[in-house]
C-alpha cells in the first residue's frame, strides 16, 4: 500500500557523494587562561582547608552567578520523549519506548483541551504496543487517539488525518482488516477535500489509496472514479505526479482484467517518461523509464501477449542493469518478469538461467525463508516441469512447501 506519494526510486547501494569530516575537532583546554571560572574555582580551592571547601564553592557559584541547570519547558519535554522514544524503538529498545512514551502521555495530558499532543502521544504508545505483539491494546490506543484528537480539533480537521491514518495502517498491515480500512480512507479523503484550503496532492493521494483498497477488495466499480480523479487532478496540477497515477490506473485496470485501458496508461506514462530520458536526467530517468516498461511488460503478460511482455521486459532489464549491481535486490522483478515472458512463449532455455540468477539475488539479500524466495522457487518448479524435469521440479517444490510452512507456524 503506497501511502505518500510516487513510488520511492531504487537507488545504488553505495553513496560516493557521502564523506565523513573528521580532524576538525578543537579542544577548548588548550586554550583556557585564568579567567576562566572552573579554573579560579581550582586554584581557590587549593588554598582552602577540605572542610571548608564546600562553603567556598556555594559562595563562589553565587559570586560568578550560576544557579541551578534551567529546566526545559514541557513541550521541550515531550518533543525529547517522544524523539526519545522512536529512537528507543530503532534500537530495539522497546522496554525504554515503554517508559519514554508512557510519560510524553502523561505530560501531554497537561496541555489543555484544544492541543493534540495527547493524541500524537496515543499513536505512538500505540506503535510501541505493536512492537510489544500486544495488538488489542494497540487498536484500542489508536482508537483513543483518533477520539482525543476529535475532542481538541474537532471531527473533521486535517490534524485527524494522523490517527485517522495510523489506525488504517494497522487494520492495513497487523490484522489485514481491509474493511475497516476503506470507512477510514473515505473519512481521510473527505477531510482533505474539504479542507479551507485543499491540497491538490492530498485529494490525489487519499483518492488513490481508497481506490487501491477497493483494488484488493475487488470492488473495481467502486475503485474506478477514485483512480480517474486523482488521474484528472494530476493532470490538471502536478505533472510530476502524472506518471506514477496513469501507472496506478494502469495496474488497476489490468488487474480488473481492462487490458486495452491498463495498456493505453501504461504508454501514456512511458512517453512522458522517455521524453525526460535525458543525459542530465541521471539514474532516476532510467529508472523512471525501466518502471514504465516494467508495467506494460506485466500487462502483456496478463493479456496473454507473451512477445510484446518480453520486448518490454527485455528493454527494462537491459536499462536496469546499466546502473544496478549484478546482485542488487532490485533486479529481482525485471529477472523474473522476463523469464516469465520466456517461459510463456515456450523459450524455456533462455528463462532457466534468468530465473536461477533471480533467485540467487533473492536468497542471498532476502535469506533462504523469505516468502519471496518461496514463490520463485514454485516459479522455478514449474519452469522444470514444463521442461520434463520432474525430480528436480519436485525437490524446488518441497523448499518452497518447507518456506510457507514456516512463514505460517505461529510465532514462539
Not at 505518500?4 to 580532524?23: D, F, M
Not at 496506478?248 to 487490458?259: P, Q
Amino acid at each position: 500500500m503506497d501511502l505518500t506519494g510516487p513510488v520511492p526510486r531504487a537507488r545504488q547501494t553505495a553513496n560516493p557523494g557521502a564523506a565523513e569530516v573528521r580532524g576538525l575537532t578543537f579542544r577548548r583546554a588548550a586554550f583556557r587562561t585564568l579567567s576562566d571560572p572552573d579554573l579560579m574555582m581550582t586554584k581557590f580551592h587549593a588554598r582552602l582547608s577540605p572542610g571548608m571547601s564546600l562553603l567556598a564553592s556555594a559562595l563562589l557559584a553565587l559570586c560568578l552567578g550560576a544557579g541551578p541547570a534551567p529546566v526545559p519547558d514541557p513541550s521541550q519535554q515531550w518533543e525529547q520523549l517522544m524523539t526519545g522514544a522512536m529512537k528507543s524503538l530503532r534500537a530495539n529498545n522497546v522496554a525504554e519506548a515503554v517508559r519514554q512514551s508512557d510519560e510524553a502521555v502523561r505530560l501531554a495530558g497537561q496541555f489543555g483541551p484544544q492541543d493534540t499532543k495527547l493524541s500524537r502521544s496515543q499513536v505512538l504508545r500505540a506503535e510501541v504496543y505493536m512492537w510489544e505483539k500486544k495488538n488489542d491494546l494497540a487498536e484500542q490506543t489508536f482508537q483513543r487517539a483518533v477520539a482525543s484528537c476529535e475532542r481538541a480539533a474537532g471531527s473533521n480537521d486535517v490534524a485527524l488525518v494522523h490517527p485517522l491514518s495510523s489506525l488504517a495502517n494497522f487494520y492495513y498491515f497487523v490484522v489485514a482488516r481491509y474493511d475497516l480500512v476503506a470507512p477510514l480512507f473515505q473519512r481521510i479523503l473527505n477531510i482533505v477535500q474539504n479542507a479551507p484550503q485543499p491540497n491538490p496532492r492530498d485529494v490525489i493521494l487519499w483518492s488513490r489509496n481508497l481506490g487501491l483498497i477497493y483494488q484488493q477488495t475487488g470492488k473495481y466499480a467502486q475503485g474506478e472514479p477514485l483512480f480517474k480523479r486523482a488521474v484528472a487532478l494530476a493532470e490538471q496540477s502536478d505533472a510530476e505526479w502524472l506518471p506514477h497515477e496513469l501507472l496506478t490506473a494502469a495496474d488497476f485496470y489490468r488487474a480488473w482484467g481492462k487490458h486495452d485501458q491498463a495498456e493505453a496508461l501504461a504508454k501514456r506514462a512511458l512517453a512522458i517518461r522517455e521524453k525526460a530520458l535525458t543525459p542530465e536526467g541521471g539514474i532516476d530517468a532510467q529508472l523512471d523509464v525501466a518502471v514504465c516498461l516494467n508495467g506494460l511488460g506485466t500487462n502483456y503478460l496478463a493479456w496473454g501477449k507473451p512477445d510484446r511482455a518480453e520486448a518490454a521486459y527485455r528493454r527494462s532489464l537491459a536499462l536496469v542493469e546499466t546502473f544496478m549491481s549484478a546482485d542488487q535486490a532490485d533486479l529481482t522483478p525485471y529477472l523474473e518478469g522476463l523469464a516469465a515472458a520466456l517461459r510463456a512463449q515456450g523459450k524455456y532455455e533462455p528463462a532457466e538461467p534468468l530465473y536461477r540468477r533471480a533467485l540467487a539475488i533473492t536468497l542471498e539479500n532476502v535469506g533462504a525463508n523469505d516468502p519471496h524466495a518461496a514463490a520463485l522457487l514454485e516459479q522455478y518448479a514449474g519452469l522444470l516441469e514444463d521442461m520434463k524435469k520432474p525430480a528436480e521440479a519436485k525437490s524446488f517444490r518441497e523448499r518452497a512447501a518447507a518456506i510457507r510452512r514456516q512463514n505460517a507456524a505461529p510465532p514462539n
